[in-house]
């Protein structure tokens, strides 16, 4: 069995250890935070996405994963969508697969689940559009017999498989893994309803907001306009990507919506590129979100200069 040393170690070990006692077992545990930790590490992006895993609850699953969650969207695995690593019950491979939670849709549409998840999986495509050829799975199988396994086939949306016996070098993984969040980003900026709404009337105001935050940064019409507006240097660092990559960074730059989060309201929202927008670099633009209010270009200046030691931009003339 040829595949990287994280894998492997699941698809040489899990049958076996399924035959034995599930509580305390070393491979349990591992499921539970060692595997997690390793993927958080490799994908690299600290706050924004949650990585968790299981191999079951009491008793070991048919089907154990490991799945990547962005926070806009969910922090279990029980709803919304999300990149998964799911392992067929013989060991024979596994999938990296662009999936979806069904706890909640199990609870609410009963019989009807497995039709909602397809229906759900359908429309998902429609959004990505045309899948990469890597991602062409629209059908897994995972050999389970339990109603969540059958669930995780009826929800797949898209997925690549990695057969046990073929060599996985890290690189591949990684490459996969990214170009896979590339797509659930792209799902995550442009989705403009939950899937859990139904399911959850008190579906949480900060999330919502959120996404449509970042909605308003991705409007490519309202972008163009801002960079007419404000240019092409970062208004907290004065990094120019032309001036650093010549041709390759002429006119790129990303536009950062300056509204308070607590202070969208409703879908419609009038906005003015020379108020209520500022342009930032790429990474300027993921720090600002870590801040506490994102809104204050010149404390992100001021960090940026406290970092550099030279004098904070609050007190330059």
Not at 58 to 77: F, K, Q, S
Not at 112 to 120: G, H, K
Not at 167 to 174: A, C, P, W
Not at 249 to 265: C, M, N, R, T, V
Request: negative net charge; proline residues 3%.
């Amino acid at each position: 069995m040829a595949t990287l040393p994280f894998f492997e170690e699941i698809l040489y070990n899990y049958e076996s250890s399924a035959n034995q006692r599930f509580s305390g077992h070393w491979l349990a545990k591992k499921f539970r935070s060692v595997y997690p930790e390793v993927l958080h590490e490799l994908i690299d992006f600290n706050d924004r996405y949650v990585v968790k895993g299981s191999s079951g609850k009491g008793n070991w699953t048919h089907c154990p994963w490991i799945a990547i969650l962005d926070r806009i969207i969910t922090e279990t695995p029980q709803k919304g969508y999300y990149p998964v690593f799911l392992f067929r019950r013989d060991m024979s491979g596994f999938y990296l697969s662009l999936n979806q939670g069904m706890t909640n849709v199990m609870a609410y549409h009963n019989l009807t689940a497995s039709d909602e998840l397809r229906w759900r999986a359908e429309d998902f495509r429609k959004q990505l559009g045309e899948l990469p050829e890597k991602f062409g799975i629209t059908d897994i199988e995972l050999y389970g017999e339990t109603s969540t396994v059958k669930n995780y086939e009826h929800g797949n949306i898209c997925a690549k498989y990695y057969d046990a016996n073929r060599k996985v070098s890290l690189n591949e993984i990684k490459v996969d893994l990214f170009e896979m969040l590339e797509m659930y980003e792209y799902l995550v900026y442009s989705d403009t309803t939950s899937t859990d709404q139904d399911e959850e009337k008190n579906y949480t105001e900060d999330a919502g907001n959120l996404r449509l935050h970042f909605r308003i940064e991705r409007n490519q019409k309202l972008v163009q306009e801002v960079k007419k507006v404000k240019g092409y240097t970062c208004e907290a660092c004065h990094f120019n990507f032309e001036e650093k990559y010549g041709q390759l960074g002429k006119d790129f730059i990303e536009a950062h919506h300056l509204i308070p989060i607590s202070d969208l309201e409703g879908e419609k929202i009038l906005l003015d590129p020379n108020f209520d927008f500022s342009v930032l670099c790429s990474n300027c633009h993921r720090m600002i979100h870590r801040t506490q209010n994102p809104s204050v270009i010149s404390a992100l200046s001021d960090i940026i200069s406290c970092a550099a030691n030279i004098t904070p931009s609050s007190n330059r003339r």
